[in-house]
């Protein structure tokens, strides 16, 4: 199993994250090779929350030109986890 | 809004300022919003993140220097409004607190009109000169006149006297070689107006028209251009005509020509009063300025240095006005004087200083002796320069108005005002009325 820390890069902050907040939705950039499973662990061992669900999502890596070569930026992994109603994480943005 | 004021000396006030924490938070959170709509955070449009992101993204320190921009200046207002001080310079804020949801405390250094004292400034026995106009003054004004209205005949046969004027060409060499700027062409020269060379002017006499001749003069050494000082050097002349000034006599006829009168002695006695008038003029504007120096000299005053700093800085404003109407970059004007800007400005300061004290004073004066100037003496006032300046008292009263200068017209006429008063209680006439006759 890998470290909490390892699981977790950052919080997503957008407008549509912080939004999401409201609901009890907390977002993160996770590793892509990480599960549901582990992102749970995780959260709830790092934010010592209950995590009541995961969703995950691939973000793909856009093409990128650097003049006639073509490169690509890297897939990233986003996760929303919803905490079991009456827990939260403080200083969402933080981290 | 609390304010303490406390005095440092005559003329610095420390003024402690405490904001309430309401309006604190409320700058505050304004400050963060449009903190907000000015700059980019990724992952969100303008203006639609929320506080708390703004503030991690510019930092904490940077939402409280714009809530305190914020908040202290109107607060300064409103406390000189509270403690009825008229400061006189830009006050020195120093923050005692400033949180997000605290009170704001602050201390301001301000400079203040200071108090005058007063000395003496009533019963001033001064000297007053009495205008004289001698009768060889009048003579040399009609002489004056009489230049003025002479007139230039030209002379076919003669010689150059003194006082002609030569139209000559000429071209000057040095062993033999023109030289730069020594060419002219119809050049009006009067004999004995030290115009040229010394030298020239005299070795012209004699000449008749018509005639060339060689000049022969060495430049004095402290010629303004260096490469001709003291060189000897040839000049090529022709005269080309001479015209003599031709006086026209001092008679009745004279008189009738030049002025409305028609005897010589109605335009003497005109001259005469005329300079009288202006000598007695001049004479009372001297005695005045010397009643309010002396009340000056006697008052003591500490003038704070924001006040002569402020007084320079629009010395300088003016006299770079000055050089820009007559085309003069300013830095060439410090170069003639050989002098930078902070030079220049030290020099004006004694001048800034006196002008102040003496402003003061006369404040200090009109305040003590309860001198105003009441409506009718704005009218008045106002009546008179619309009358110099061909237009109707109304308008000038409105445009006044407008501009905002009413205040410091009618300061204009306390002033006056206050140096009659000066004036009349120093000659000790019997009343020592406090609306002084105003003197035309």
């Given at each position: 199993m890998r470290d909490a820390r390892d699981v977790l890069i950052r919080p997503v902050i957008s407008e549509k994250s912080v939004g999401l907040v409201e609901d009890n939705k907390y977002s993160f950039w996770v590793n892509?090779?990480?599960?549901k499973i582990e992102i749970k662990a995780a959260v709830e061992k790092m934010f010592k929350v209950k995590v009541e669900d995961v969703r995950t999502l691939t973000v793909k890596g856009k093409e990128k030109r650097m003049g006639r070569y073509t490169g690509m930026t890297p897939d990233r992994k986003k996760a929303i986890v919803t905490l079991e109603p009456g827990n939260k994480i403080e200083g969402f943005a933080g981290l | 809004m609390a304010v303490k004021m406390e005095k440092m000396d005559k003329s610095r006030v420390l003024l402690e300022i405490r904001v309430e924490a309401e309006k604190v938070s409320a700058a505050y959170s304004r400050a963060a919003k449009q903190a907000g709509k000015e700059i980019n955070i990724p992952?969100?449009?303008?203006?639609?993140?929320p506080k708390h992101i703004i503030e991690r993204y510019v930092g904490k320190d940077y939402l409280k220097d714009r809530a305190m921009e914020e908040l202290i200046k109107p607060a300064l207002l409103n406390a000189y409004q509270e403690t009825e001080i008229l400061p006189v310079s830009a006050p020195t804020v120093d923050v005692v607190q400033m949180e997000e949801d605290l009170d704001l405390i602050f201390k301001a250094t301000v400079e203040v009109k200071p108090e005058v004292e007063l000395?003496?400034?009533?019963g001033f026995e001064l000297e007053k000169k009495t205008a004289e106009v001698t009768d060889e003054q009048v003579e040399e004004e009609l002489k004056r006149r009489q230049d003025r209205h002479a007139k230039l005949i030209t002379v076919e046969d003669g010689e150059v006297l003194d006082q002609d004027i030569a139209t000559i060409d000429y071209e000057g060499f040095i062993d033999n070689v023109p030289f730069e700027g020594g060419k002219g062409e119809d050049f009006d020269l009067t004999i004995g107006?030290?115009?040229?060379?010394?030298?020239f002017e005299d070795q012209l006499k004699g000449a008749r028209p018509g005639q060339e001749l060689e000049v022969n003069v060495r430049f004095p050494d402290?010629?303004?251009s260096e490469d001709l000082a003291g060189k000897d050097a040839m000049f090529k002349v022709k005269v080309k005509a001479i015209k003599r000034k031709e006086l026209v006599p001092l008679d009745d006829e004279f008189a009738k020509d030049i002025s409305e009168f028609d005897t010589l002695a109605e335009l003497r006695e005109d001259i005469k009063q005329k300079m009288l008038q202006s000598a007695e003029l001049s004479i009372e504007n001297e005695y005045r300025s010397e009643v309010v120096q002396k009340a000056v000299d006697k008052a003591s005053v500490e003038i704070p240095e924001g006040m002569i700093q402020g007084r320079i800085d629009s010395m300088m404003q003016e006299m770079e006005m000055r050089l820009a109407s007559q085309g003069i970059p300013k830095e060439y004007y410090e170069q003639y004087l050989n002098e930078n800007e902070e030079q220049i400005r030290e020099s004006y300061r004694v001048q800034a200083v006196e002008g102040i004290k003496t402003e003061l004073v006369l404040e200090a004066i009109a305040k003590q002796e309860n001198i105003t100037a009441s409506n009718e003496d704005v009218d008045k006032e106002i009546q008179k320069l619309a009358a110099q300046y061909g237009r109707s008292a109304e308008e000038l009263k409105t445009a006044l108005e407008s501009r905002g200068e009413l205040d410091w017209f009618k300061l204009g006429i306390v002033t006056d005002k206050t140096i009659d008063f000066l004036v009349n209680s120093s000659e000790k006439k019997d009343s020592s009325d406090q609306t002084a006759n105003k003197e035309e």
């Open positions: 892509t090779a990480a599960n | 992952g969100f449009r303008k203006g639609k993140a000395g003496q400034y009533t107006s030290g115009m040229f060379i010394p030298g402290d010629y303004q």
